[in-house]
């Protein structure tokens, strides 16, 4: 007797906010941004609205009450409006010339520098600035120059192990990611949360946090000038990790932020 393979008909969905795979029985809302369809899930409906994305089916509210009274309006009044505009930015610029005058009149006139000391019966000539063949000013041997240098940003990984799981955890629980992990806990419980580092050495940490149904992996990479957390993988089964992805060392509370054990 054959075995028969079960399928189900319901095709899996992603939020486009998150990247997160919606789990059974949770409903994405649809959203327009520049002309395309976005998919959001229920925990991204306040970033989507705050990126400006417009809910499908929605208009946007837009302030049409000046083009209501500008169309009401008379031709003759419309002119007028326009033309008095036209005459009040103009103003501006017909002023600053007599301005430019009263200053100049309220300038005190120069101070009359005395006479130049003679020599053998003639007026010295004025000292000039040494300068180059090009007409540039040259600087006095043994005189540093000063210019403008660009500050130095230096990023120093921490050396030992517990050090940078440590600094990842921190970086993971400033990121947008523990809200997302504290909305699924509302409906699945207390996840298990495995904070490790394949390689002793290595400047990249993973990050995984698991229920029963469902599990996610982050990966923090501290070796980057501005250090990230991004999300490289999930699935559905526990026993899809490696033992090492097993191992709990850190707890979530209520918000999503790790702690470790």
């Not at 000391?117 to 040259?138: E, H, I, V």
């Not at 230096?154 to 050090?163: C, I, R």
Request: hydrophobic share 35%; glycine share 6%; aromatic share 4%.
């Amino acid at each position: 007797m054959s075995t028969r393979e079960i399928r189900t008909s319901i095709a899996q969905s992603a939020c486009d906010v998150c990247g997160r795979t919606l789990l059974r029985g949770e409903r994405a809302e649809i959203y327009v941004n520049g002309g395309a369809r976005r998919s959001v899930c229920e925990l991204c409906k306040s970033r989507a609205l705050h990126g400006g994305w417009v809910l499908e089916g929605t208009v946007p509210e837009s302030d049409e009450s000046s083009a209501r009274v500008e169309r009401r309006r008379s031709l003759f009044s419309r002119l007028r409006t326009r033309r008095d505009e036209a005459l009040a930015a103009e103003a501006p610029a017909a002023e600053a010339p007599a301005a430019a005058d009263e200053l100049s009149a309220e300038r005190p006139p120069a101070p009359a520098w005395p006479d130049a000391p003679r020599q053998n019966g003639r007026a010295a000539a004025p000292r000039r600035r040494a300068s180059s063949a090009d007409g540039r000013r040259r600087v006095a041997p043994g005189r540093p120059r000063v210019g403008f240098r660009e500050p130095r940003h230096v990023h120093a990984v921490p050396s030992s192990l517990e050090h940078r799981i440590s600094s990842a955890v921190e970086l993971y629980n400033q990121s947008e990611h523990p809200r997302t992990m504290a909305g699924i806990a509302r409906s699945l419980g207390v996840p298990e949360v495995s904070v490790h580092a394949w390689d002793p050495a290595a400047s990249i940490i993973n990050v995984i946090v698991g229920w029963e149904l469902c599990w996610y992996r982050y990966e923090v990479d501290l070796s980057e000038e501005v250090p990230s957390v991004r999300s490289v993988g999930q699935g559905y089964e526990l026993h899809e990790l490696s033992p090492l992805e097993r191992e709990i060392n850190a707890s979530a509370d209520d918000r999503g932020r790790l702690t470790l054990v």
